[in-house]
């Protein structure tokens, strides 16, 4: 499956009007509050908008014609616009989804047995600049709002069951574009939602943020919030970290695990997940697999070992099967849960990013698009 509707910029925000989707359920107590409506409207506003995908005010029939009315009035409920659908050979399907200011973003779903993972996105490109990654050559642009977070979760669902295929977004990771603790509001926002028993209700092992280590953020995590936890980590020492992971330079690994040991004692996790891109004669010798076990040594962890995707002018490449299949081994030796990423979706530009720049590309030639975009803070 392989579509591409007729481009249309995202619907810009109306002036003066409050977009609910950015608010979980305390911001939408305390806007309702400020309507001088009681605390228990927030509930039934979760539930029209996130269970019942209902963004019509006047079909929310559990709502007064006065509070519907005031609704109309002051507020919306504004989701990111679709421009661009795949579907690989293996059922994964990725969207291309339009924002204000003429920006992009990726939303990918990957079907496995008895679940259904939505891969989201938490900003428009990145500033780490790690350099294996496709998303980072692009630049940053700005944070997502929590609208534009959630409303992936929202969108994708909607789609899944247009297909009638009984096909559902059981597990969010935000490992797509972006750095999710460099947007720490509205991501946590967002994920508030997702655990929402009003609104996803998605268990919080379910729900999993990837970082690449900004070490404030992850502690102020640890008291905000207990969902999964997964770390980008890549190298398994300071000085190739340093290269690879920039931010390491600024974070390095021994702040980092003081931080993720923080986070393991003060939630109700039992593990954290690391992330371990394969490149090939960069960060797979037998002696980085046995310097990375003596690294995580005491953190209950589970370590996914994940094939390099390339992309246009990558100056990486892939380790091979057997070489990855002997790290693996030899972390699995010295007591580590490992597994191998499947790669997914590599028919439909499986690398992060790569789809979305090439769909911007097109956005910004397309006459009915009206304009190159603009970088909104």
Not at 323 to 341: D, H, M, N, P, W
Request: hydrophobic fraction near 40%; aromatic fraction near 6%.
């Amino acid at each position: 499956m392989s579509s591409a509707p007729a481009i249309e910029p995202a619907r810009g925000a109306t002036p003066g009007r409050v977009n609910l989707l950015d608010l979980d359920r305390q911001g939408l107590r305390d806007f309702f509050a400020g309507l001088g409506e009681k605390p228990f409207r927030a509930v039934q506003l979760l539930k029209w908008l996130h269970q019942r995908r209902v963004t019509d005010f006047a079909a929310m029939t559990d709502l007064s014609k006065a509070v519907r009315a005031r609704l109309a009035e002051c507020a919306e409920a504004r989701l990111p616009s679709p421009i661009f659908d795949q579907e690989s050979r293996d059922g994964t399907r990725k969207w291309v989804l339009s924002l204000d200011g003429g920006n992009a973003i990726e939303t990918v779903f990957i079907p496995e047995a008895g679940r259904g993972t939505l891969c989201v996105s938490s900003q428009v490109g990145c500033a780490l600049d790690c350099k294996f990654c496709s998303t980072a050559q692009q630049g940053f642009n700005r944070n997502l709002t929590t609208a534009e977070i959630i409303g992936q979760v929202w969108f994708a669902q909607q789609a899944l069951d247009a297909e009638g295929r009984d096909r559902r977004v059981t597990n969010v990771v935000l490992m797509g574009m972006g750095e999710p603790l460099a947007n720490y509001r509205n991501v946590l926002a967002a994920t508030n939602l997702m655990v929402d028993q009003h609104a996803y209700g998605l268990s919080r092992r379910r729900v999993t943020l990837s970082t690449s280590g900004l070490v404030p953020n992850l502690r102020r995590l640890a008291d905000d919030s207990d969902i999964s936890l997964a770390v980008s980590l890549h190298a398994p020492n300071d000085a190739l970290r340093d290269e690879i992971v920039p931010v390491n330079q600024r974070y390095p690994l021994a702040e980092l695990l003081d931080a993720c040991r923080l986070y393991v004692e003060r939630t109700p996790h039992h593990r954290i997940t690391w992330e371990y891109v394969m490149l090939d004669g960069v960060n797979d010798s037998d002696e980085h697999a046995r310097e990375l076990a003596r690294l995580l040594e005491g953190i209950p962890s589970k370590i996914n070992l994940i094939p390099f995707n390339p992309f246009p002018g990558a100056r990486y490449r892939c380790s091979s099967r057997e070489r990855i299949e002997r790290f693996s081994a030899l972390l699995q030796r010295s007591g580590y849960i490992t597994t191998v990423r499947r790669t997914r979706g590599d028919d439909i530009d499986g690398a992060c990013g790569q789809l979305v720049g090439q769909v911007e590309d097109r956005i910004r030639r397309h006459p009915r698009w009206g304009g190159t975009g603009e970088n909104r803070a």
